[in-house]
Nanobody, 121 residues
Framework: QVQLVESGGGLVQAGGSLRLSCAAS????????MGWFRQAPGKEREFVAA????????DYAGSVKGRFTISGDNAKNTVFLQMNTLKPEDTAVYYC??????????????WGQGTQVTVSS
């Protein structure tokens, strides 16, 4: 099993920044791909960004490209999501997810509990 613990959410004004962290523990060899997803009230969960440890490939949703950056510390099994120029529509619960291999799309095997991000206008 893999445990994912997110941190760093909070309340920020529009135009501000936040940095989310996701620490993985347990069978971390099963976390070849780490992703961030978000779910706003009344909406479906959507993909935000993903990082593939091998090769360092990153992928982003169009709505966050240029504003958000995903990165990671492999030695600490931790992935980060730097969110800049935040907008009210970025308000959501952000989830960290992981799977053994593949690309950003498809099923993820492990999920964190989520962290709330609220952007005020």
């Amino acid at each position: 099993q893999v445990q994912l613990v997110e941190s760093g959410g909070g309340l920020v004004q529009a135009g501000g920044s936040l940095r989310l962290s996701c620490a993985a523990s347990g069978r971390t060899f099963s976390t070849g791909v780490m992703g961030w997803f978000r779910q706003a009230p009344g909406k479906e969960r959507e993909f935000v960004a993903a990082l593939t440890w091998t090769g360092g490939t990153t992928d982003y949703a169009g709505s966050v490209k240029g504003r958000f950056t995903i990165s990671g510390d492999n030695a600490k099994n931790t992935v980060f999501l730097q969110m800049n120029t935040l907008k009210p529509e970025d308000t959501a619960v952000y989830y960290c997810a992981a799977k053994k291999s593949g690309r950003w799309y498809g099923e993820y095997d492990y999920w964190g509990q989520g962290t709330q991000v609220t952007v005020s206008s």
